[in-house]
């Protein structure tokens, strides 16, 4: 089973390039999110979608948008890169009961230059 | 004061000990909490839930204590696998977006 898949694994920018980090997830989940890990800190959500259709602004939105393109997808668009955005990009989802039990993709680790 | 905060460690133990990692949350309204395991350079996975009344799984125990504000995981008779850091995650409302996760506890089991 795929469960949660982000595209691209790695990217390195320069800043001021725009890219968009994709994510797909195969188990019928409702809620879907984006969170960047930063050494010595927690994952920080960035954007969460409760539902298809639906997008709403997290801890720390700045700097990023995203779109819900239908239940299983949902991407996460750097328009202009800044080296503060230098970090690891994790998508995840879960069932809309919350069992606590987040579904995380592999992560995408992104460098501005 | 960050809202979950937890030792970073490393913890460097050998195979075999009992290592206890602690967390500590700083809001009272939270509602449910959880231990989630992330190998390097991997993403997160759910450990187990912390329930009031303390759970164990296997070789792993965690308590919670409301009234401080505090959860703990226990790890007996350690396995070279269990080498990870474990994130402490505290959720405000029942709901996925209100998840809060600490920075995580590092820890090497040692041959």
């Known amino acids: 089973n795929a469960g949660v898949t982000q595209t691209p694994k790695f990217q390195v920018l320069k800043t001021g390039q725009s890219m968009t980090l994709q994510c797909a997830q195969d188990?019928?989940?409702?809620?879907m999110y984006w969170y960047r890990q930063d050494p010595g800190m927690g994952l920080r959500l960035i954007y969460y979608?409760?539902?298809?259709?639906?997008?709403d602004k997290g801890e720390v939105p700045n700097g990023y948008n995203v779109s819900r393109l239908n239940k299983r997808e949902f991407s996460l668009r750097l328009e202009s890169a800044a080296p503060s955005q230098t970090s690891v990009y994790f998508c995840?989802?879960?069932?809309?009961?919350?069992?606590?039990?987040?579904?995380f993709g592999e992560g995408s680790r992104l460098t501005v230059l | 004061r960050k809202e979950v905060e937890q030792d970073p460690g490393p913890f460097n133990v050998p195979e075999g000990a009992t290592v206890a990692f602690n967390c500590t949350y700083s809001?009272?309204?939270?509602?449910?909490f959880f231990w989630y395991r992330q190998d390097c350079r991997k993403e997160p996975k759910l450990l187990m839930s912390?329930?009031?009344s303390g759970n164990e799984d296997g070789r792993f125990t965690a308590q919670l204590n409301r009234a401080s504000q505090y959860i703990s995981l226990l790890i007996r008779d350690s396995k070279l696998s269990d080498s990870a850091t474990y994130l402490c995650?505290?959720?405000?409302?029942?709901?996925?977006?209100?998840?809060?996760f600490g920075p995580g506890t590092r820890l090497s089991v040692l041959p």
């Open positions: 995840a989802s879960d069932h809309s009961a919350n069992t606590g039990e987040l579904f």
């Open positions: 995650v505290v959720n405000m409302r029942n709901y996925g977006q209100n998840f809060v």
């Open positions: 979608s409760a539902s298809e259709g639906t997008t």
């Open positions: 912390v329930y009031s």
């Open positions: 809001n009272s309204a939270s509602q449910s």
């Open positions: 188990m019928n989940h409702n809620s």
